[in-house]
């Protein structure tokens, strides 16, 4: 756990959307993933994706090696769409003003040397005592960039992979796995693979020392225990819906049920969906199923039926009333909302060819981010999924008319904004793994 300290009062630099005069200080708030945003969370990917290595990206839980010059090009038209409808906080602008503070300061650096990945700590006038004064004696600026972006071994001779005494944050830009707000709190999540510990560890602090919100953490309930926010979707004030699977474990959503079990007097509903273990196109419950609106979904098809890798996958509601926990098994995820009286229209990421339907969930076809009911984000490159939002009357408006005003999002009851991504999605994920929203309407 982060150390308490005082939160911060100077203000932070952010992008706002026209009219937006949100204060955030002292609070978060989502009780659905289609209320119209009002706040989000987002991390430039900088330097730290350049630090991958065919030889090293794998263990960096990418499948290929990014160009850095596109990534800027498509992820400058991605939040320039969010600039232009919502209050904009950019995690390292946050961190910076966090290490102004000497106990946050000490408290990140400390951790992310001495105890990253479990590791014990170091006799004194080790490389890790060293590398921490050296860490400390940056300025805030400096340490916020090498905290992300790592810390290279000064005895490196190019001979292996080894090169970084702290590891860059290849995945930050993910800014919705590590954390996750849920309601009125926010999710430390427990991650899955070392390489993307320090994430989690870096949004504590934000959201603790700067926006002074309550926090959960799965792991410290019980260290086998793991969540990340792909997985968790706040369908509504009484209902999550989960994905279990290589990221998100049943221990994990045993915490969430026996969390809301203690807390909650009225009935509240997890709703489960078990994901394949392989391949890493189905990591998260996001890649396959996103909310567009109170009543339409994006899916991928053979999930919803159960079919090819899908096959055997259980779907499951779990009820909790009055302290109680239960469980019962339902068809899929649309037969569990109508099991609680929410009627949910699918448009299938793809079309209907199921060939189709691979190929565009592999380069995250389904993960939309909704900006509002019916409001929603994603890439141009999915014309299959894109042609079927159409049909769907959802105006397809294009990022770079946005960006430049040429187009007002207010002036379409539905829509889909759609910018162009060659790069980004060969990083393993879309528009809402990119995205962590702190407070919709």
Known sequence: MAKETAKLTTPLPHREGPGVGLD??????????????????????????????????????????????????????????????????????????????????EHLVTESVFNYGHRPIKLSGSVNDRLAEELMGMTPQKLARTLIEGYEDPQWAGQDNNRYLLEPLYNLLFTRDASSTIYDRVLINSMSFEVRERESLIYEAIFRNYFGVQTLNAAAWNPRARTEGGDIHIAAPDLLVVGEGVRTNAKGIEYLAQTFAKERQEPFYILVQELPREPESFIHLDMVFTFLGQHECMVFEPMLRKQGLFAGCDTTLITIKNGRISYRPVSDLLAGLRHLDWEMEPI??????????????????????????????????????????????????????????????????????????????????????????????
């Open 348 to 441: 299938y990421g793809g079309g209907y060819d199921p060939w189709v339907q691979l190929r565009e969930q592999w380069h995250s076809g389904a993960n939309f981010f909704s900006l509002g009911d019916g409001k929603v984000l994603g890439y141009r490159r999915n014309a299959y999924t894109i042609e079927a939002l159409d049909r769907a009357g959802y105006a397809v408006l294009q990022a770079k008319d946005i960006c430049s005003g040429k187009v007002l999002m207010d002036d379409y009851p539905k829509f889909v904004a759609v910018f162009p991504a060659s790069e980004l999605p060969r990083a393993g994920g879309g528009a809402r793994c990119m995205t962590m929203p702190i407070w919709r309407e």
């Open 24 to 105: 955030l200080k002292g609070g978060v708030s989502v009780s659905s993933e289609t209320g119209r945003l009002r706040a989000v969370l987002l991390h430039r990917p900088g330097v730290e994706i350049e630090r991958m290595t065919p030889l090293n990206c794998a263990h960096a839980l990418y499948s290929d090696i990014l160009d850095r010059m596109n990534v800027d090009i498509e992820y400058d038209r991605f939040r320039g769409v969010l600039e232009k409808w919502a209050k904009v906080y950019y995690v390292q602008d946050i961190l910076e003003q966090l290490l102004q503070d000497d106990a946050i300061r």
